[in-house]
T-cell receptor, first 115, second 114 residues
Framework: AQSVTQLDSQVPVFEEAPVELRCNYSSSVSVYLFWYVQYPNQGLQLLLKYLSGSTLVKGINGFEAEFNKSQTSFHLRKPSVHISDTAEYFCAVHLTTDSWGKFQFGAGTQVVVTP | NAGVTQTPKFQVLKTGQSMTLQCAQD?????MYWYRQDPGMGLRLIYY???????DKGEVPNGYNVSRLNKREFSLRLESAAPSQTSVYFCASTPRGGGTDTQYFGPGTRLTVL
């Protein structure tokens, strides 16, 4: 079985500063990787996903993530955050060997952007 | 398109009461999911429906039942609510159900069991 660890439960950051959210996973087989964002009182929406190919993935709203197979990580970055990036961010994995949508989510990282 | 809709948005129950959470999607997706979200635990899968007429248990199915009424609708029923079921419930759908799919989430139902 796979597991997903988001190493920071909360990340405070100043507006226009960079941010990195860390995600590590454990799995004996290859995985698909996702980052979702949840704005206050809303459902989750996809930021980006890694399926195969280039290990640097670009998503919406200026976010990008890098897949590192040797370190089993998929960290999310943004070079300059806005107040509107205040939200909770979830990393998720899916085994490539699973035939149906058995997604495993991390516990989430709350990002608070202050002026 | 409305995407994924959920009703109700909020609900307060007493221990032992029953209720059904409704979910509908208008994207012609094959697969639908019910998750619960608890602080510090992320999202945990309750039940899954790969396609119309099929349902499967997820990680935390105890105390819940589901019905895939048709391709659009997937309901979650609590037969006898317990305080441990206080949570935020999210419905989601995916086009095919495979691991490469993007999940589309509803706005959630915030349930409190007293």
């Amino acid at each position: 079985a796979q597991s997903v660890t988001q190493l920071d439960s909360q990340v405070p950051v100043f507006e226009e500063a960079p941010v990195e959210l860390r995600c590590n996973y454990s799995s004996s087989v290859s995985v698909y990787l996702f980052w979702y964002v949840q704005y206050p009182n809303q459902g989750l929406q996809l930021l980006l996903k890694y399926l195969s190919g280039s290990t640097l993935v670009k998503g919406i709203n200026g976010f990008e993530a890098e897949f590192n197979k040797s370190q089993t990580s998929f960290h999310l970055r943004k070079p300059s955050v806005h107040i509107s990036d205040t939200a909770e961010y979830f990393c998720a994995v899916h085994l490539t060997t699973d035939s149906w949508g058995k997604f495993q989510f991390g516990a989430g990282t709350q990002v608070v952007v202050t002026p | 398109n409305a995407g994924v809709t959920q009703t109700p948005k909020f609900q307060v129950l007493k221990t032992g009461q029953s209720m059904t959470l409704q979910c509908a999607q208008d994207m012609n997706h094959n697969s639908m999911y019910w998750y619960r979200q608890d602080p510090g635990m992320g999202l945990r899968l309750i039940y899954y429906s790969a396609s119309e007429g099929t349902t499967d248990k997820g990680e935390v199915p105890n105390g819940y039942n589901v019905s895939r009424l048709n391709k659009r609708e997937f309901s979650l029923r609590l037969e006898s609510a317990a305080p441990s079921q206080t949570s935020v419930y999210f419905c989601a759908s995916t086009p095919r159900g495979g691991g490469t799919d993007t999940q589309y989430f509803g706005p959630g139902t915030r349930l409190t069991v007293l």
